[in-house]
């Protein structure tokens, strides 16, 4: 029995972990969970679950909950993440919160040599070179969630990573896959948060929309795989039923395929190396589906892609602006403060006007981190 604990339960990946747990309650117990305000949900989580230990994110959210529940540890902000985190009954750390408060809990964890299903991208793109090196430092494996790194995790099994050539991550098109620029000019909120494929949180949704969430992908991509920019390329494929590829030396490519459901990578992340049998997912198939679409990416429709390779091969502090200033573009966005083509501006004003640093520690990024929110708030 695995005691799990999970950062951003209230969410699209947390509630998806949770059908997972719910299937297997001979393997799984949930230990600890965080959110962020999500009250109604939350207590019917604790409620179903009983988790012994609960981490929200301010003071209000905990007299709040305190009125719903009784009897149940109640840990407040980045500390309590950090607590839940560090926890010595927490086997595995499911850490599925959105956007960058994410960053400390992941290398708490990582000191404290748990097993990691990493869902939260910004994570890695915030600070992927420290991740890692704490990563290597303390023999631990991230096991991605995010259904394109799992299945090039999935590609590599039993291979060399030297034997590989590239990796060829898919990209279903988000909500505006069949849109002109000049249509993109006019599209609002409600349009953005209806994505074809999948149905996941807020900011993710409208990151598929930009292409800015295959960016931060392909970031993801070169710290979790230790692979070079040149070598990650996009390719657009709509059914999304190929998660993602990996090209090896002879110009073999292996693939791993699906129905697109988030609940096989987390199960995956959860069992990993084995596998457990996932009932309501539905098998693929292929001869009811018949044909698969593969095209070109447009890097010129889809800026903000061009602006993640951008950010990720200069690398040092670049890659924590492009996130600080997405986070930010993305909730001016869905507050209606700004159009949907302001997003790319609003993260390449941020770009240019940063002061590069070469090799940030911990301490630089989260205050560069900030800088970037504040002044992108300010200007809007
Ligand atoms: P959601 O917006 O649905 O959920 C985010 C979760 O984080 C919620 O539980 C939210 O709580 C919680 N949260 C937010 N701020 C805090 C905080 N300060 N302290 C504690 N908890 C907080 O996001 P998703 O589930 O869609 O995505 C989560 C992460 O996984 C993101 O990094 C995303 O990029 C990644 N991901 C998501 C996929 C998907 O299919 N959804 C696929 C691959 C990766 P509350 O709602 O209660 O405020
Ligand atoms: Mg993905």
Redesign the pocket.
């Known amino acids: 029995m695995k005691n799990i604990t999970l950062?951003?339960?209230?969410?699209?990946?947390?509630l998806q972990t949770l059908d997972v747990i719910k299937e297997h309650p001979d393997q799984f117990r949930l230990y600890g969970i965080?959110?962020?305000?999500?009250v109604d949900?939350?207590t019917e989580i604790i409620k179903t679950f009983k988790p012994e230990k609960i981490?929200v994110?301010d003071e209000k959210v905990r007299r709040e909950l305190l009125i719903h529940t009784d009897q149940t540890i109640i840990l407040v902000g980045k500390e309590g993440?950090d607590e839940v985190s560090a926890d010595p009954k927490t086997d595995i750390l499911v850490n599925?919160?959105?956007?960058s408060?994410g960053l400390g809990a992941t290398l708490t964890a990582i000191r404290h040599k748990k097993q990691i299903a990493i869902?939260?991208?910004?994570t890695l793109v915030t600070a992927g070179h420290l991740v890692m090196e704490a990563a290597k430092r303390y023999g631990v494996d991230l096991l991605p969630?995010?259904?394109e790194h799992s299945a090039i995790f999935q590609a590599l099994n039993g291979e060399s990573r030297k034997d590989m050539n590239k990796i060829i991550l898919t990209a279903s098109g988000g909500s505006f896959r069949d849109k002109t620029r000049d249509q993109l000019r006019v599209v609002t909120v409600t349009d953005a948060l209806h994505h074809p494929n999948?149905n996941?949180?807020?900011?993710?949704t409208i990151d598929s929309a930009t292409m800015m969430n295959k960016g931060l992908e392909v970031i993801e991509a070169h710290w979790l795989f230790d692979i070079p920019y040149d070598k990650i390329d996009v390719i657009q494929h709509k059914e999304s039923i190929i998660h993602s590829m990996v090209e090896y030396a002879d110009k073999s490519v292996i693939a791993q395929l699906g129905t697109p459901d988030?609940r096989v990578p987390i199960q995956y992340a959860l069992t990993y190396p084995d596998r457990l049998p996932l009932p309501p997912s539905k098998s693929l198939d292929l001869v009811e589906i018949s044909t698969l679409h593969f095209s070109k990416m447009d890097m010129e429709r889809f800026p903000c892609l061009a602006l993640a390779y951008q950010a990720g091969s200069k690398g040092g502090s670049l890659p924590t602006v492009l996130n600080a200033a997405n986070e930010v573009a993305v909730d001016l966005f869905l507050r209606e403060k700004i159009t949907f083509l302001e997003i790319e501006e609003v993260i390449e004003n941020a770009m240019e006007n940063h002061n590069f640093v070469k090799q940030p520690d911990l301490e630089t990024i989260n205050s560069i981190d900030q800088e970037v929110r504040i002044k992108t708030y300010e200007k809007y």
Request: no cysteine.
């Open positions: 950062l951003g339960a209230t969410g699209s990946i947390g965080a959110f962020g305000k999500n949900k939350a981490v994110q993440l599925a919160v959105m956007g408060v869902a939260n991208k910004e969630v995010d259904s999948w996941m949180g807020a900011k993710i988030m």
